[in-house]
């Protein structure tokens, strides 16, 4: 059962024009969510995050959206560049019921950014 | 400036042979994890460690083994290798639950 879903596997864009990248998530309990940045032969690396109290943070050309209602937050890369061509990662952590915090990572979306 | 180091970066195996892999933070990090990535199926956690001297079970225990030597280390030992477990491992740590984690370069398995 994925509690945190990015149902894009790939999505392509031009260089300069805008990425979007979907994560919905199914717990209510999650209050904390990060975007990862993954390039083969490497580990994430982390690219930006926001807390549940928020609805924007934007860091750069790198915005990421909450919509707490609709279980449904988004990164915008604004403008694209060849270099984010890369595995995108959403990730979502919450207080369970053993009151500790793990992260909870959806399967990623393979992003290619055209010249 | 090191961050999260991974040893080793490839290894090859036979069924049933042993081996740890090694994974140290210069962070001073309270937490750290190991995840293992398969094609399809991004990030999985096999253990964690929340704090020095506690270790949890995640998604895909079974298999692995760990230690939390003390809060720099952290180790992940397979017991007797199964085809199964070839997969790319990364070792991870975050200073709090509520914070970004940083991950190392991560191991390629391969077990024959």
């Known amino acids: 059962d994925q509690q945190v879903k990015q149902n894009s596997p790939s999505l392509s864009v031009q260089e300069g024009r805008i990425s979007i990248l979907n994560c919905d998530y199914t717990n209510s309990m999650f209050d904390y969510f990060l975007w990862y940045k993954k390039y083969p032969a490497e580990g994430p690396t982390f690219l930006i995050s926001i807390s549940s109290i928020k609805d924007k943070n934007e860091d750069g050309r790198f915005t990421v959206f909450l919509n707490k209602s609709a279980k449904h937050l988004s990164l915008h890369i604004v403008p694209s560049q060849p270099g984010d061509s890369a595995v995108y990662f959403c990730?979502?952590?919450?207080?369970?019921?053993?009151?500790?915090?793990?992260?909870?990572w959806g399967l990623g979306t393979s992003l290619a950014v055209n010249p | 400036n090191a961050g999260v180091t991974q040893t080793p970066k490839f290894q090859v195996l036979k069924t049933g042979q042993s081996m740890t892999l090694q994974c140290a933070q210069d962070m001073n990090h309270n937490s750290m994890y190991w995840y293992r990535q398969d094609p399809g199926m991004g990030l999985r956690l096999i253990y964690y460690?929340?704090?020095?001297?506690?270790?949890d079970k995640g998604e895909v225990p079974n298999g692995y083994n760990v230690s939390r030597l003390n809060k720099r280390e952290f180790s992940l030992r397979l017991e007797s290798a199964a085809p199964s477990q070839t997969s790319v491992y990364f070792c991870a740590s975050q200073r709090t639950a509520n914070t970004e984690a940083f991950f190392g370069q991560g191991t390629r398995l391969t077990v024959v």
């Open positions: 460690s929340a704090s020095e001297g506690t270790t």
């Open positions: 990730a979502a952590s919450g207080v369970n019921a053993g009151n500790n915090r793990k992260l909870i």
